[in-house]
C-alpha cells in the first residue's frame, strides 16, 4: 500500500510535504489557541504575567493602554495589556489556523484528484491492453467497480490521510507534551480515562469496520443484479421474470438494509459512549484541579499533586485539550477504515495492474510489412478457453489470400473460436496460425490487427457521430470516403435522410439504430478500413428477411478481393463460397466445395438436409416431385424459418 502509493503520488510529493509542514503549523497554531484565555485568568484571578519565551516585549506593546493601579509588586504588565494582548493572539491564531487549513485542505483535495486520476487512467489504459482470455474470466461489473469505488477509497486516504491522520498523532502528541510541561502528576490523573477511550474507539471501530464492509459487499451485489438485470431488460419481460427479480432483488436490498441498520447503530452506540467516557475525565479534572488551585494537597496513595501546584488558567487548558483529545481519536479510528478500504482498494487494482498486456505495438526485430497479402494458415492447432477442456484440437487449414472459406457446424463446434485466434484475440496452446507465411505471434499485434476486420452478429457502435462510427478503424479518411463506403454498404440514403445526417449522434450502444442498419455501418467502417482479411461470424443471424438482403447486398461489395472466413449457418447461401470446412467437437471433419459435400453425403450433406426440411419451398416442390439445386448458386438468404443452425446458444456463450 505504502509503496503502492508512493508510487503514484510521484510529481506530487513535494506538494504532499508542503501539506504535511501546513498541518504541522496549523495544529501548532489550534493548540495554542487554548493559551490566551490561561493568560487572562491567571492575570486577573492570580496577578500571574504570562510566561512566553520571548513574550515579554509583546505584552509591553499593550500596557500602554491600561492603567497600573492595583497592580502587584513584582507584576510587569497591566491587565488590560494582558486582556488585549490574550484576545489580539486569539484572533492572529484563529486566522492563522483557518489560512493554513485552507491551504492544507486545498493542497490534499489537490493530490488527491491527481492521484485518483493518475490511478483511473493508468487502469484502464492497462484493463483496454489487457489479453481478451483475461477479459473473459472476469465481471464488468468487478472490473468497473475497481476504476470507480476502489480508486475513491484510495483518494479519501490520501485527503483526509493527509488532513486528519497527521493532524490526529500531531494534536495528540502536542496536547500530551504540553499538559506534560504544566504538571506530570495532573496530567496523569487527567489521562486516566485515555486507557477506556482508547477501548471504546478501538473495538468499536472494528465493529463499525466489519458491519460497513458487510453492507458494502452487498452493496456491490444489488448493483452487480441491477446492471444485469436492466441490461438483459428485454430477456426479463420476455420470459416475464419481473416478478422473481423483483423478489431476488428485494431480498438482497432487505439484507443491505439490515446490514447497513447494524452499521448505523454501532456508529449510534458509539458516539455516546465515548461522550460519557469524556465527561468522567473533565470532572476529575474539575474537581482535583480546583481542589489544588485553591490551595489543598491532593494525595492519593504515594501520589501527591502539591497545593497551588496549578491555577485556575491552566485547568482552564487542561479542560480544553480534553475535549478536543476525542475529536483526533474519533478522526484516527475512522481513518483506520479508510486506510483498510483503501488497502484492499490498492490491492485490488495492483493485481489488474500485474496481470501482462498485449504488447500491441512492439515485436523485437520486425521489419516486415505493414499491410499483408492475407494468405492464412492453420497448422496443428489446439486451443481452449480453460486448461484441460480443448476446444479445438489438430487444425489444418490453409485459406490463400483472396479466397473465400466458410466454416460450418453445429453450435459449440468451434467455428467463432477458430476465427478469433487470426487476430490473435487468444494464443494458441500448440501448433501455428500463420499469415503470409509468419507465425502471427511474430507480427506486431497492432499490424496483425490492422490486417484483420471482423462484421460480427452483433455490431457495436460507439458514442459519437455517424461518421465517426465508420471512420473508427480508419480515423484519418476523408469525407469522400467515409460517403464513399457508406454508399457501398448501401448505408449512404439512410444516413443521409437523418436531420443531421453524417453528424448524426449515435446513442449509447448504437440504440437508435436497427440491427441492419448497425450492421450495414459495420460493413462501411470494414469497407473503409479496406484490410486484406475478413471475418463474417454470422452477421446477419439477428436479422429479418428484408434487412438480411439488405445487408448481404453490402456483404457483396465487402468482400471483393479479400481473403475472407465467413461463418454462417444458413448453409444454402455458400454455393459461391472456394471451400465449405465443416467442424465437429473442435476438429475439421470434412471439407470440400458445396457441390462436393452435398454429394459425398456426409455430415454437411445431413445438416442440408435438415435445413431443406423446414423451407417452405423445397417442401412443396418435394410434393410435386420435382428435384433442384437452385439454391447452390444464390448468394441471396434463405426464408427467415430455416434451422438456425448454430445460432442457438451464441449469446448466451459470447457473453
Ligand atoms: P461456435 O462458434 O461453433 O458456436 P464457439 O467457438 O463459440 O463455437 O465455442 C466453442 C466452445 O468454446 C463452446 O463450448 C463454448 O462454450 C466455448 N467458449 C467460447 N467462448 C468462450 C470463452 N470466452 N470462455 C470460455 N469458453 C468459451
Known sequence: MRRFLYRNLEGNRLLVGVAVALTLAQVFADLLTAFPLKWILDKVVNHQDPTLPMGNGLVSVFDQLGSRDGLQPGEQHTQLGVILFASTTFIALGLLTALLSYGQLFIATFV????????????????????????????????????????????????????????????????????????????????????????????????IKAATKRAAKIGGQVGDVATEDLTAITEVKAFTLEEREARHFGGLVRSQRQAGLRAGSLQAEFTPLVLVVVAISNVTVIGVGSFVATGHTFSLGPFTIAANSLTIGTLTVYLAYLKQLYQPMRNLSKLMNVASSAGSGAERIEQVLAEPTEVVDDVVGYTGPRRLHGDITFSDVAFGYREGQPVLTGVNLRVAAGKRVALVGLSGSGKTTMAKLIPRFYDVWSGEVRIDGLDTRSYPLAVLRDNVSLVLQDSVLFEG?????????????????????????????TIAAMPDGYDSPVREGGKNFSGGQRQRLAIARAILRDSPILILDEPTANLDVEAESEVMHAIDTLIVGRTVLMI????????????????????????????????SGGIFARLLAEQHRYNADVAEAAVSETTGDSDATALMPMPSNVTALGNGHRRGAAS
Open 568 to 599: 454462417s449457418h444458413r448453409l444454402s447461401t455458400l454455393g459461391h463460397v472456394d471451400e465449405i470446412v465443416v467442424l465437429q467437437d473442435g476438429r475439421i471433419a470434412e471439407r470440400g466445395t458445396y457441390a462436393e459435400l452435398k454429394r
Open 112 to 207: 488527491g484528484q491527481n492521484l485518483s486520476a493518475k490511478i483511473r487512467t493508468g487502469l484502464f489504459g492497462h484493463l483496454q491492453r489487457l489479453p481478451l482470455a483475461w477479459h473473459s474470466r472476469h465481471r464488468v461489473g468487478d472490473l468497473v467497480q475497481r476504476l470507480t469505488s476502489n480508486v475513491a477509497d484510495i483518494e479519501k486516504l490520501v485527503t483526509d490521510g493527509l488532513v486528519d491522520l497527521l493532524a490526529g498523532i500531531l494534536t495528540l502528541t502536542g496536547i500530551f507534551a504540553i499538559m506534560l510541561s504544566f504538571n506530570w502528576q495532573f496530567t496523569l490523573l487527567s489521562m486516566v480515562v485515555v486507557p477506556g477511550l482508547f477501548f471504546v474507539v478501538v473495538s468499536y471501530t472494528r465493529n
Open 465 to 493: 457521430t455517424i461518421r465517426d462510427n465508420i471512420a473508427i478503424g480508419r480515423p484519418d479518411a476523408s469525407d469522400a470516403e467515409i460517403v464513399a463506403a457508406a454508399r457501398q454498404a448501401h448505408i449512404h440514403d
